[in-house]
């Protein structure tokens, strides 16, 4: 008997919506996490290179938890709007869990979190589909995408340092094993 091949089925599927010229939905069903947040970090930042006034509405309904580097892609992409004073996100639909994940990690503080989709009715469930196919991310790739995105959130919150300090290490340490000829990483 032939073992599985590891496909997009396994991870926790991430849906979007164009809602207006400018608008975008995304919704996150299950678990937002490492092995999903690639696509969604490639397809925000495609959609955001062509369009700087991009406004996208991230629907958390139906997210059961976030990890850390999902939280850190999305906080990435908060960052980059507010820096450059173009484009908006707005986080909805928060459970009691999801909110203090964001809380916890001071993301509440930059974030326009409300705990109901105020504007998410633009785009009616029929219209939503999976995140566009993003080309399969080598062990690097993920590594690198993984250090950035717990970068974004020290940059979000200084005192998210001490508390990401030995992941950065960790991956830090991988990242340089894979890069060594015939390296592995623990990824």
Known sequence: MKAPEASRSQTEPIQVGKAGEHLYVVRVEGRGSFQNCGGLKQFLDRQLATDPDLELIVDLENCTSMDSTFMGVIAGVGLRQRQS?????????????????????????????????????????GAFEPLPEAPPMSRMERIRMMIEAHERLIDADKGNEVKFQGVLTFLAESLGRAEQPGGDADL
Not at 85 to 107: A, D, F, P, Q, Y
Request: charged share 25%; hydrophobic share 40%; proline share 2%.
């Open 85 to 125: 004073k173009r484009g908006k996100m707005v986080i909805v639909n928060l459970n009691e869990h999801t909110s203090k994940l964001l809380r916890t990690l001071g993301l509440t503080h930059f974030l326009d979190v409300r705990e109901t989709g105020a504007r998410r009715t633009a785009v009616m469930p």
